[in-house]
């Protein structure tokens, strides 16, 4: 009888960690886990599976449109920047998956002078990015996981050395049929201005 019950114990526990390891593939942080992994192994066909490139960047623009700093842009007209912007997203959404696939592939950003140009000059959106969460941020940890239905909130804390202090970068992704894709930096407008109030403290 003994021997059943344990039996059934061992039973109930390889199910449990069945359904967990299921229910981990299948969620936002395994999609992140398996970028990083596209990342390191120069994958960019699936690291686009789970990043869209294109959305992200978009709502980037979107966010900081009215801080031109965070493009390298001077905003003294923020206004005129920000209709600027907007219709040259779609083709700064475009350099920004060409900049990212160059990233990816040699694990290295392309250099300025080679980058597309635009009627605003020539326009990094890794740059932008960098501009976002700091230059020499460390990533530390998964924050939280806050899922609602084929939505997910994924908070990645970041240390910033330089500063002595850390940041959360929420990432915005969408349950895609079979896997989570990353679609947008959530809180980059935040962020751009959380970066800038450091950047007068130091």
Do not use: C
């Amino acid at each position: 009888m003994k021997k059943v019950v344990v039996l059934l114990v061992l039973l109930g526990l390889l199910a449990g960690g069945y359904y967990y390891y299921r229910r981990l593939a299948a969620g936002p942080t395994y999609a992140l886990m398996q970028a990083a992994r596209a990342f390191k192994s120069h994958d960019v066909a699936a690291f686009e599976q789970y990043v869209d490139v294109r959305s992200v960047s978009s709502s980037l623009i979107n966010q900081v449109a009215d801080q031109g700093a965070a493009l390298g842009l001077p905003s003294s007209n923020n206004l005129l920047l920000q209709g600027a912007l907007q219709v040259l997203k779609p083709q700064l959404s475009e350099i920004a998956r060409q900049e990212v696939q160059q990233l990816v592939a040699s694990g290295a950003a392309p250099s300025p002078d080679k980058m597309p140009s635009t009627p605003l000059g020539k326009i990094s959106v890794l740059g932008a990015v960098g501009n976002v969460i700091g230059s020499n941020s460390q990533f530390k940890g998964i924050s939280y996981v806050r899922q609602e239905g084929e939505e997910a909130l994924v908070g990645l804390e970041l240390d910033q050395p330089k500063y002595d202090t850390t940041v959360v970068v929420e990432l915005k992704m969408l349950h895609e049929g079979d896997h989570w894709q990353v679609k947008e930096i959530a809180n980059a407008r935040e962020l751009v201005k959380r970066l800038a109030q450091l950047k007068k403290g130091n």
